[in-house]
């Protein structure tokens, strides 16, 4: 059963479709938020959407995906449907991420970055179990940079200068 309802898509939701607005939108959000950019590394994002009002957000990906995050070397486990109610600083009733610990995959229900910053983000489970890492491990290049790079690498291979002879 899906998560996402029609209720919930017709409450004046943001909706997005495609890979490349969704990637966009996520990091922009969790940023906008005050998370790390990359703490969701998904792949082949078919939708995603952001109700203002409530806070929810979801995530669609094509199929599970594992990212391990290689600063603090710990995989992560992505569903195909990723749902959460997001507020300043903090991720909370979090669904469809797991996080592997020793030989079992513990769900996730939150996370957070204190306010003041600490340079810390915070883990929790449905159990309470919690554990803290350096935001420095979840953060990415600037997104917009490296597409701005991109883009004018395109448009450049695209004009070809001539030079009279």
């Not at 017709?10 to 950019?37: R, W």
């Not at 710990?74 to 959460?84: C, F, G, M, V």
């Not at 306010?115 to 600037?142: N, Q, V």
């Amino acid at each position: 059963m899906a998560l996402v309802t029609e209720e919930i898509i017709k409450a004046n939701a943001e909706i997005y479709y495609g890979d490349e607005i969704c990637q966009v939108k996520s990091k922009f959000l969790l940023t906008e938020v005050g998370l790390p950019n990359g703490l969701l590394p998904l792949q082949d994002i078919t939708e995603c959407g952001y109700v203002k009002e409530t806070g929810f957000v979801w995530l669609k990906q094509k199929k599970k995906t594992t990212h391990k995050f290689e600063k603090i070397g710990r995989l992560a486990s992505y569903e195909p449907e990723i749902t959460a109610y997001v507020e300043p600083n903090k991720i909370k009733k979090l669904t469809g991420v797991k996080t592997k610990e020793l030989m079992l995959w513990i769900g996730l229900s939150e996370i957070y970055v204190p306010d003041p910053p600490t340079g810390k983000i915070t883990f929790k489970t449905p159990t309470g179990l919690y554990r803290t890492f350096p935001t420095s491990a979840f953060e990415l290049e600037d997104v917009k940079k490296v597409a701005d790079v991109k883009k004018a690498e395109e448009e450049a291979d695209g004009r070809k200068e001539v030079k009279e002879v």
